[in-house]
């Protein structure tokens, strides 16, 4: 029995691993259309080998994320199955297979088939912490779902004096700050909590200075992109990221930030399927009230460190405070948040707290079963600690197949925009330049374009787009441009279609009539007294009612030029 439950300790990873894998293949039958931040990602991918990416994904406010290591990560499994929609998919899976896989790894190496179990829950948990399409979907805030657990294991793992932890905690750790600028706090304080202990334990640790070598190696290369564009490029990302924040405003604030993170150890936390609490105006969360407001489940992995504290059991307290600092850390940096703390902010940090919990659960077990369990049900613990796995791997896989398409909701406006665009471009690819009216519509614009160039056409967008797709896309569109294409939203729509120098060749329209009628009004009136001081409120509660009826949805035409002296309307 014991030889059995050893090989299925090793072979929970690979069960892992292949779950995904089997929800990738089942998916990559799925027909959906990238756009937005998905479509930016699929291009990047397309341009890989032309123009090498130096720098992470784009923000709104004017600057990239640190690094492009998901990108390199992510080139060849897209490339394998052809790129488009099914290749973001199947490397999106393939990366939180790869993650899924050694969180499991380094749980069974350090806690056996227990700490595995735990750790398959935690896992199935990124599922729906940020709603059912989350796993699928190639952005650079849910990549790290899978990456949080994997960079507090490894870095316990080296503190531990695991040979393997080192270089783990450096790629994980890296993968974390490069997606997204705001875990940098959370895993440099991680980190250096990580290392001040592995410095301070040097003497019992026996890791080959090889392997302290190659993470210190494995970093260079993760980072060598990032400093090669600060010499290269002026401004260089790095002073745009700096800029940003000695300009910036006022943040959320401690208070929020607390509250905030006290939610995600509630009885109302995201990760236990919950569906956060937003604001209208701001778009972001709200801090709840009464009972939820109370980080009441933090009480398990506190328990968990006074148990493993009075057992003398130094390596489960250690993990517990490398759980406690990341998300302590990861709590305070959000009161730095300038913008509204929309929930995608936050859910790295629900995934973390689910972990820490569950961590809690796992020490406490451990450290009672012994005293207050049956003997014969704990001769069978690793028996069903392996069955556990084995549910979660098959759970995991039901949820990527039944998860709906990302942003399925969007799918109609492109079925349409593409259809119109086809039907009037003809058979024959060529060159396209897109233009938004308003400017700011890239939803709607690199979703067009995604679905034109995996048909053969040459897509460029306006120059407004350069930050986020790149110098290298984007193109004034001229007169001696042959085809020219505008996508247009709300009182775009109407002013183009008065225009004999634009003709309409798509509509996507899901609104009842009444329901335009009031869509109509409210947006003349936003566009007549936006700049009124005097009618700040008005225009704030104009904005309320439209959001409240748009529901996400909205109306997007999609316009040719016919005269090349044509522009885009002012609104």
């Not at 179990?117 to 989350?134: K, P, Q, R, Y």
Request: charged share 15%; with cysteine.
């Amino acid at each position: 029995m014991n030889a059995v439950l050893a090989r299925a300790r090793r072979a929970a990873p690979v069960a892992f691993a292949a779950a995904v894998l089997v929800g990738a293949t089942v998916d990559s039958f799925r027909t959906w259309y990238p756009h937005g931040d998905l479509a930016v990602f699929g291009f990047r991918l397309d341009d890989l080998a032309s123009h090498p990416p130096l720098v992470g994904a784009y923000s709104r406010y004017g600057w990239s994320h640190p690094g492009p290591l998901l990108y390199y990560a992510l080139w060849a499994p897209y490339q394998a199955v052809g790129g488009g929609a099914r290749g973001l998919l199947v490397a999106t899976l393939c990366w939180h297979a790869l993650g899924a896989a050694a969180c499991l790894w380094f749980a069974g190496r350090r806690g056996g088939l227990p700490l595995q179990a735990t750790t398959a829950i935690v896992v199935v948990l990124t599922a729906v912490v940020a709603g059912g399409d989350a796993l699928l979907q190639p952005w650079n805030p849910f990549l790290n779902f899978t990456i949080v657990p994997l960079f507090v294991l490894a870095s316990w793992s080296m503190v531990e004096g695991d040979r393997w932890g080192p270089v783990a905690a450096v790629v994980s750790g890296t993968a974390l700050v490069q997606n997204h600028l705001g875990l940098a706090v959370p895993v440099f304080a991680v980190a250096a909590v990580a290392v001040a202990t592995t410095v301070a334990r040097r003497r019992r640790l026996d890791v080959g200075w090889r392997l302290w070598a190659a993470a210190f190696g494995a970093g260079v290369v993760a980072w060598a992109p990032p400093l090669l564009q600060i010499q290269r490029t002026d401004p260089d990302n790095l002073n745009r990221v700096m800029d940003f924040f000695s300009d910036r405003g006022d943040g959320a604030g401690l208070r929020v930030a607390i509250r905030l993170g006290a939610q995600t150890l509630g009885l109302q936390a995201a990760w236990l399927g919950v569906t956060p609490a937003t604001a209208w105006l701001e778009g972001g969360l709200e801090p709840r009230s009464g009972l939820a407001a109370w980080p009441v489940l933090g009480l398990v992995p506190l328990a968990a460190l006074v148990v493993s504290i009075r057992s003398r059991r130094w390596d489960r307290m250690r993990l517990l405070l490398l759980g406690a600092t990341l998300v302590a850390s990861g709590t305070l940096a959000t009161a730095s948040i300038t913008d509204a703390v929309f929930p995608y902010l936050l859910n790295w940090l629900d995934v973390a707290s689910a972990a820490f919990v569950l961590t809690g659960a796992w020490v406490l077990a451990a450290d009672l079963a012994p005293r207050l369990a049956p003997s014969r049900l704990l001769a069978h613990r690793d028996l069903v600690a392996a069955g556990v796995v084995g549910v979660a791997s098959m759970t995991l896989t039901a949820l990527l197949i039944v998860a709906p398409d990302p942003y399925e909701d969007r799918g109609p406006v492109f079925a349409e925009l593409t259809r119109g665009a086809l039907a009037t471009l003809g058979p024959t690819p060529g060159t396209v330049v897109f233009a938004a009216s308003p400017p700011g519509q890239d939803f709607a614009v690199t979703g067009v374009m995604y679905q034109l160039e995996r048909r053969g056409w040459t897509t460029y967008a306006d120059p407004f787009y350069a930050n986020m797709l790149g110098t290298w896309r984007v193109r004034t569109p001229t007169a001696s441009d042959v085809r020219v294409l505008m996508v247009a939203e709300s009182g775009s729509i109407d002013k183009l279609a008065r225009d004999p120098k634009w003709r309409r060749i798509a509509y996507y329209q899901p609104f009842t009539a009444e329901e335009l009628r009031r869509l109509t009004e409210l947006d003349t009136k936003i566009a007549a007294e936006h700049d009124d001081p005097s009618k700040k409120y008005e225009v704030l509660g104009a904005l309320d009612e439209l959001l409240k009826i748009s529901r996400g949805r909205t109306r997007v035409a999609l316009y040719e030029r016919l005269d090349p002296t044509a522009t885009a309307p002012s609104l």
